[in-house]
C-alpha cells in the first residue's frame, strides 16, 4: 500500500477490518441474505474477535459493550516500524498507560512520570 505509515493508517486498517471480521461472523451465524446495521452492531457486542484475525495491527483481542464501546479486556497495542517498504513489528502486546505513567517502546516496563529525588 502506498500511503504514509503512521498511527493512523494503522487504526484505520484495524477499523476496517473489524467491520470486516463483525460482517463475517454475522453472516456465518445468520446467513448472508439477514444481514442489517443492527446485526452487525450486535454481533460487535457478543462477540470477541482474536487478535489472530487482525495480522499483528492489535496488540490482543477486541471486545465491546453499550457502556463502552471502545476494548475494554485488557487493550494493547503492538508497535511496528515500517522498513524496506515492508512492516515489522518492534514490540508487541503492549499494555496502555495508567494515569501518571507513559509507556515506553524499548522498554519491557511502565515508568512513572514522577520526579524521584
Not at 493508517?9 to 456465518?28: D, F, H, N, P, Y
Not at 490482543?60 to 479486556?73: I, M, W
Request: glycine letters at 10%.
Amino acid at each position: 500500500m502506498k500511503v504514509p505509515w503512521h498511527a493512523i493508517t494503522s487504526l484505520g486498517m484495524t477499523q476496517t477490518l473489524l467491520a470486516v471480521r463483525a460482517i463475517e461472523v454475522a453472516a456465518k451465524k445468520h446467513g448472508p441474505d439477514k444481514l442489517s446495521g443492527e446485526l452487525i452492531y450486535t454481533t460487535l457486542l457478543e462477540t470477541t474477535f482474536p487478535a489472530k484475525d487482525f495480522f499483528g495491527l492489535t496488540g490482543g483481542d477486541l471486545d465491546f459493550s453499550v457502556e463502552a464501546p471502545f476494548p475494554t479486556k485488557d487493550p494493547r497495542i503492538n508497535i511496528g516500524q515500517v522498513v524496506g517498504g515492508k512492516l515489522t513489528t518492534v514490540r508487541q502486546g503492549r499494555a496502555r498507560a495508567q494515569a501518571g505513567q507513559v509507556v515506553s517502546p524499548f522498554s519491557a516496563n511502565l515508568h512513572s512520570n514522577q520526579e524521584t529525588s
